[in-house]
């Protein structure tokens, strides 16, 4: 049985019509009301698909009920998710970082982006009978990918189509209106297609403790290296830009200096480094960095130094510094 953050359900919940009892509702699936939202509180499927469909049933406007509680989701309600989300580069970085990270919300969906003429689509992945709460779980998730991806980006999103797997509901107009293009249903798959030209466009949000972090670390590191002296060090530093979208390839790094990944290869190895080594040094050091200087959590510094688990973090960083990183943390901190 799959799992799903009890964050949606509290949207949910939220953005109902009066006179919908969802504390009645919320309780029934074990979650308290009267208790802050905790994104990392999960809930079985089963039990949020007949949620929402009880929800729905009881609204008088049932099928807007996914395009509000979309619309209600802010990237600061995502935790992990969220900060991995706006701290990218670029809306596309933003839609790549969710590939990594949607185990944090759900068990039970991925997210790919496939390249087409013109744009891409933003496709989510759920497999399972369309019973109707899956069906407006489905459209509540694409809704919130396209207002948080309107949130971290200036202008406004420009989508060349919607698509859902799922028969239409009764009436389109208002999903079209919400969208601002048109919406296909019964198509073969869950996804925004998004214009390249809005995929290309930078963020703008970001978190303010990681761009101070990476003012401060990096960029003036980065004016100080101008041969191939330190060349180490700038790919190093390349490499720490682009952590927390996953792990780059040598390819990747060698664009960003303006060379050839061969090219790259060769003048690491006559220095006597490798790529993968630098890779390792990277992230050691951005992790220890980042547990010395700012107060963000765990979870969210394995996100930001490449790892899609904080036990997977932790294993690494004990390798690197024979201590976990709570207690290097706390040393580093009281010095």
């Known amino acids: 049985m799959g799992q799903i953050t009890s964050l949606f359900a509290h949207r949910v919940a939220g953005v109902a019509n009066q006179g919908v009892n969802t504390d009645e509702l919320l309780d029934s699936i074990g979650i308290n009301p009267e208790q802050p939202v905790d994104p990392s509180i999960m809930i079985t499927d089963k039990d949020y698909y007949q949620f929402l469909e009880k929800i729905a049933e009881a609204d008088e406007a049932g099928h807007t009920?996914?395009?509000?509680?979309?619309?209600?989701?802010?990237?600061?309600?995502?935790?992990?998710?969220?900060l991995a989300w706006k701290s990218a580069s670029t809306l596309r970085g933003s839609l790549n970082?969710?590939?990594?990270?949607?185990r944090v919300l759900t068990s039970v969906a991925t997210y790919t982006v496939d390249v087409?003429?013109?744009g891409a689509y933003a496709n989510l992945n759920r497999e399972?009978?369309?019973i109707p709460g899956l069906r407006l779980s489905n459209e509540a998730t694409i809704a919130s990918m396209f207002t948080i991806g309107q949130e971290v980006i200036e202008k406004p999103i420009k989508l060349l189509g919607v698509f859902f797997k799922h028969a239409a509901p009764r009436i389109i107009s208002d999903h079209e209106k919400f969208f601002g293009c048109p919406v296909h249903f019964a198509s073969d798959r869950?996804?925004?297609?998004?214009?390249?030209?809005?995929?290309?466009?930078?963020t703008r949000l970001g978190d303010p403790g990681i761009a101070k972090f990476f003012d401060t670390h990096l960029e003036t590191e980065l004016a100080k290296f101008k041969d191939d002296s330190t060349l180490d060090k700038r790919v190093k530093i390349?490499?720490?830009?682009?952590?927390?979208?996953?792990?780059?390839?040598?390819?990747?790094?060698?664009?960003?200096?303006?060379?050839?990944?061969?090219?790259?290869?060769?003048?690491?190895?006559?220095?006597?480094?490798?790529?993968q080594t630098l890779v390792d040094d990277a992230r050691r050091e951005l992790?220890?960095?980042?547990?010395?200087?700012?107060?963000?959590?765990?979870?969210?510094?394995?996100?930001?130094?490449?790892?899609?688990?904080?036990?997977?973090?932790?294993?690494?960083?004990?390798?690197?510094?024979?201590q976990t990183p709570r207690s290097f943390r706390l040393s580093a901190q009281s010095r």
């Open 190 to 202: 869950d996804a925004l297609l998004i214009a390249q030209e809005s995929l290309a466009q930078p």
């Open 97 to 102: 970082r969710a590939e990594r990270y949607s």
């Open 287 to 322: 992790a220890e960095r980042l547990l010395a200087s700012s107060n963000h959590s765990l979870s969210d510094i394995a996100f930001l130094t490449g790892f899609s688990e904080q036990s997977a973090f932790n294993r690494a960083f004990k390798r690197w510094s024979g």
């Open 116 to 118: 087409t003429e013109g």
């Open 128 to 130: 399972g009978e369309r």
């Open 65 to 82: 009920l996914p395009l509000r509680a979309g619309n209600a989701m802010r990237c600061d309600d995502y935790g992990a998710f969220g």
């Open 238 to 275: 390349q490499i720490s830009h682009t952590l927390s979208e996953g792990l780059p390839t040598i390819s990747d790094i060698a664009g960003n200096l303006a060379m050839s990944g061969r090219t790259l290869q060769r003048r690491l190895a006559d220095q006597g480094h490798s790529f």
